[in-house]
């Protein structure tokens, strides 16, 4: 029997989200013979080595940071709390990571509006530019959610808010997003998606008690199948890029924790994301971008002129799909980091099950734009994209009720008349 959601509660905004559901020899030599040197190069050695630590650049996909050396506000801990406290005792108490990011922001504030208590955690970093996260942040302000502004790998922070705040549930969805970046900067994807995904494991499955856990995975880790639509029964082995090979690896370390301390946790395999708010690098954000500036767009395809499609999946259904994984998570069954019992493991595909060419996706903004884009048509380079993604949603329809009702033709309009309003009293640089 299918757990009971909560029902929707709607209201008016760009975001359309309110759903409620619930020489080293020769110094050896001379440091030998002559004590006090030895002691004043100890001294050195170890003046530099601290030196070294305090001043290296930052890890990959973020700062260097602890409870101790993360700046926050000597009141966070009580805005925190405020944050936190649902509406009624039948609601959730939920810790969104990743809440300035695309769906992270559209995710808390559906909670927030359902009267779910949200807490927010965001390292805020410079993948795409930070103006738009904080510009999402100001929309969590305004309805009363805290984001608390640190990395998901400060350890000693988490294990602090887990003391403060007795989450029931945790969305995890910060992550080092995009499969050509990993081309650049590969380290930041182990940073992010393995190491901080670990480090959340590590906080929830010592927390008492144990929160239930809906983790992002993505479509990308159907990699080179070639079956389609892809189901979440396909095998997952063959990797296109370093991106999906992170995922699939959470994919494993979440089983992993599930098995062996009890953490009821949920995976979401989201196919291509868009709308309002979205991300700068997905290809009809800057398409747009392009379009309007009378741009060269480059459009890929593969071999033999074959066609490159998307599951395109609109956010308001993606978010619904969030809040439903929420609402029919069962509990964990562990305490302060041993196991009870046999734990909730799942994992469900979020797509529109309707693959759109991305020759398809540019005509329709070149419409809704009223604009002719001026395209140029390429191979697709080996960079770690596939050629098309298609979701087989029967399992998420049967267990969450997931029903996508969004096409892209509607998305997008919702999409451009945002971008047109956000974009259009910035200075024209900004485009």
């Not at 709390?81 to 108490?93: G, H, I, L, V, W």
């Not at 892809?230 to 990797?239: A, I, M, N, R, W």
């Not at 596939?386 to 979701?391: G, I, Q, S």
Request: aromatic fraction near 12%; glycine fraction near 6%.
């Amino acid at each position: 029997m299918m757990t009971q959601l909560k029902p929707p509660i709607l209201s008016s905004s760009h975001l359309d989200t309110s759903i409620k559901f619930k020489t080293p020899s020769y110094a050896f030599y001379r440091l030998r013979f002559h004590p006090t040197r030895l002691t004043l190069w100890s001294f050195l050695f170890l003046f530099f080595l601290l030196l070294f630590f305090l001043c290296s650049p930052p890890s990959a996909g973020g700062k260097r940071r602890s409870l101790q050396t993360t700046r926050l506000p000597s009141n966070w801990e009580v805005k925190a709390r405020n944050s936190a406290r649902p509406q009624s005792k039948t609601d959730f108490t939920v810790l969104v990571t990743g809440a300035a990011g695309f769906v992270g922001t559209h995710v808390a504030i559906a909670l927030k509006n359902r009267g779910d208590g949200v807490v927010g955690l965001d390292n805020f970093n410079n993948y795409y530019e930070t103006g738009l996260k904080k510009a999402r942040k100001t929309l969590l302000d305004r309805r009363g959610v805290y984001i608390i502004e640190a990395d998901i790998n400060d350890a000693a922070l988490l294990t602090k808010l887990f003391e403060i705040v007795h989450f029931t549930h945790v969305m995890h969805l910060a992550a080092q997003a995009g499969v050509r970046y990993a081309m650049h900067n590969p380290a930041s994807y182990i940073h992010s998606n393995v190491n901080g995904f670990v480090t959340l494991l590590e906080a929830s499955k010592n927390a008492n008690p144990q929160p239930s856990i809906v983790w992002a995975s993505s479509s990308s880790v159907y990699g080179l199948n070639s079956k389609v639509p892809f189901s979440e029964k396909d095998t997952t082995d063959q990797p296109a890029s370093l991106y999906a090979a992170t995922k699939k690896a959470g994919e494993e370390i979440a089983h992993t924790y599930n098995h062996i301390y009890g953490l009821s946790i949920t995976g979401l395999r989201f196919f291509t994301v868009y709308g309002p708010w979205g991300r700068p690098d997905m290809a009809y954000y800057f398409f747009t971008k392009d379009i309007l500036r009378r741009k060269e767009i480059k459009i890929f395809e593969g071999a033999d002129h074959a066609t490159v499609a998307r599951d395109f999946t609109y956010i308001d259904d993606v978010v619904k799909g969030c809040l439903a994984a929420l609402d029919t998570a069962k509990k964990s069954t562990g305490s302060g980091g041993k196991k009870r019992g046999t734990a909730q493991l799942r994992i469900y595909n979020l797509g529109n099950t309707s693959p759109v060419p991305v020759v398809k996706l540019v005509s329709i903004l070149e419409k809704l734009l009223k604009v002719k884009a001026k395209k140029r048509v390429l191979q697709m380079p080996r960079n770690g994209d596939v050629l098309f993604t298609h979701a087989n949603i029967s399992l998420a329809r049967k267990e969450l009720g997931y029903k996508p009702s969004t096409d892209l033709e509607t998305g997008l309009k919702k999409f451009v008349k945002w971008y047109l309003s956000y974009y259009g009293g910035k200075k024209k640089s900004a485009w």
